[in-house]
């Protein structure tokens, strides 16, 4: 008994707040911005209905960043600065795939894990897994340590100019 007690604390912290009914708006890892209502919660995503009555699904390990809102996301001037905040293009950034255009350039690197790394590119170099996959490493200079950054390890490049 007081372990469904215990559960039963436990699930409304889980989801932090969102519920069913809430507007929401959702960037992506892939910069794509998303508003609708929350239809369904789901320990992997969340299913949620645009303005054109679609119901989308979106999983965790694609969402950037998210907002809530209790009403109607048409209804609120500080919704609608928020949204133009979130669909701001980020100035400086660089194209992960073209890294070795920028060889002993000053960048900062924005890894995967939250970590920001200021420094300089030395050279692109290429390394073949267990499986015989071959993968872009970064030779970086960072603040007098060289460190190998694969790029599947990389959120975003912005330049410093």
């Not at 007081?2 to 910069?31: E, H, M």
């Not at 928020?82 to 255009?101: A, H, R, Y």
């Not at 900062?108 to 897994?129: A, T």
Request: charged fraction near 30%; proline fraction near 2%; hydrophobic fraction near 35%.
């Amino acid at each position: 008994m007081r372990k469904l007690i215990w559960l039963l604390a436990i699930i409304p912290i889980v989801n932090l707040g969102q519920k069913v009914g809430d507007s929401i708006c959702f960037k992506t890892i892939y910069n794509n911005v998303y508003n609708g209502t929350i239809e369904k919660i789901d320990s992997d995503g969340y299913f949620f209905k645009n303005k054109k009555e679609r119901v989308l699904y979106l999983k965790n390990s694609e969402i950037n960043s998210f907002q809530t809102f209790p009403h109607p996301l048409n209804n609120s001037t500080e919704n609608e600065t928020w949204l133009k905040n979130l669909e701001k293009p980020e100035k400086n950034l660089l194209d992960i795939n073209k890294l070795g255009s920028y060889v002993g350039e000053e960048i900062i690197i924005f890894l995967k894990d939250g970590r920001e790394l200021k420094g300089k590119i030395i050279k692109i170099s290429y390394k073949i897994d267990v499986f015989g996959d071959q993968l872009e490493v970064v030779k970086f200079l960072y603040s007098k340590n060289k460190m190998n950054i694969l790029t599947s390890e990389i959120k975003k490049v912005q330049h410093i100019k």
